[in-house]
């Protein structure tokens, strides 16, 4: 990771961004990389390991932070079919979410990187060129979403970027337990 990771976006050659956009994006930018810095010098079971009485790992919070993303972006794009209704979660839903939050046999935390810069390129991209983000979709039916509240695209990207600087505080916390190597400071 270099310091261009930090300061540039990912699509940053794709559109000329200005105003309310490059602020999104810089300041999306400036939390993922705080996430992703924390896992500088591990090794793969290292991201796996947890540190702390949570079930949270490196490895996983960044797959989950992809997830989460991923999710979103979908959401701004097709509306409310993106994501399942949280009454209509099968197991395996739920085991698939569950297994957001670790890593698994075969998983490396190059792996996970990878995806995570790749959901921030598709991401980044839509900041950049969504004509309208005032575009609204109702969200789907979850205990911790207002009965029949909609989303702004607005609304969705300032809600990826504060997951995203939530779970980064996380991860600071993870790799220092593991380690003492902390982000700042």
Same mark, same amino acid.
């Given at each position: 990771?270099?310091?261009?990771?930090?300061?540039?976006?990912?699509?940053?050659?794709?559109?000329?961004?200005?105003?309310?956009?490059?602020?999104?994006?810089?300041?999306?930018?400036?939390?993922?990389?705080?996430?992703?810095? +924390?896992?500088? =010098? /591990?090794?793969?079971?290292?991201?796996?390991? $947890?540190?702390?009485? #949570? !079930?949270?790992?490196? @490895?996983? %919070?960044?797959?989950?932070?992809?997830?989460?993303?991923?999710?979103?972006?979908?959401?701004?794009?097709?509306?409310?079919?993106?994501?399942?209704?949280?009454?209509?979660? +099968?197991?395996? =839903? /739920?085991?698939?979410?569950?297994?957001?939050? $670790?890593?698994?046999? #075969? !998983?490396?935390?190059? @792996?996970? %990187?990878?995806?995570?810069?790749?959901?921030?390129?598709?991401?980044?991209?839509?900041?950049?060129?969504?004509?309208?983000?005032?575009?609204?979709?109702?969200?789907?039916?979850?205990?911790?979403?207002?009965?029949?509240?909609?989303?702004?695209? $607005?609304?969705?990207?300032?809600?990826?970027?504060?997951?995203?600087?939530?779970?980064?505080?996380?991860?600071?916390?993870?790799?220092?337990?593991?380690?003492?190597?902390?982000?700042?400071?």
């Amino acid at each position: 990771m270099n310091a261009d990771e930090l300061t540039t976006p990912a699509s940053a050659g794709t559109a000329t961004v200005t105003g309310e956009r490059a602020d999104l994006l810089e300041v999306l930018t400036k939390h993922r990389y705080f996430l992703r810095f +924390t896992t500088r =010098d /591990l090794t793969d079971e290292q991201a796996g390991l $947890r540190t702390t009485a #949570g !079930e949270l790992c490196l @490895g996983g %919070l960044i797959k989950h932070v992809a997830s989460v993303e991923r999710g979103w972006v979908d959401f701004i794009l097709e509306g409310p079919s993106a994501m399942t209704d949280f009454a209509d979660m +099968t197991e395996a =839903d /739920l085991k698939r979410r569950e297994d957001e939050f $670790r890593m698994l046999p #075969g !998983e490396t935390l190059a @792996g996970v %990187l990878d995806d995570y810069a790749e959901v921030a390129r598709r991401t980044d991209d839509l900041i950049a060129t969504l004509p309208d983000l005032d575009a609204a979709w109702p969200l789907p039916k979850a205990p911790w979403f207002e009965p029949g509240a909609r989303w702004s695209a $607005r609304r969705v990207l300032l809600h990826i970027v504060a997951e995203t600087a939530q779970h980064a505080g996380h991860a600071d916390i993870i790799r220092e337990s593991l380690d003492g190597a902390k982000s700042m400071g």
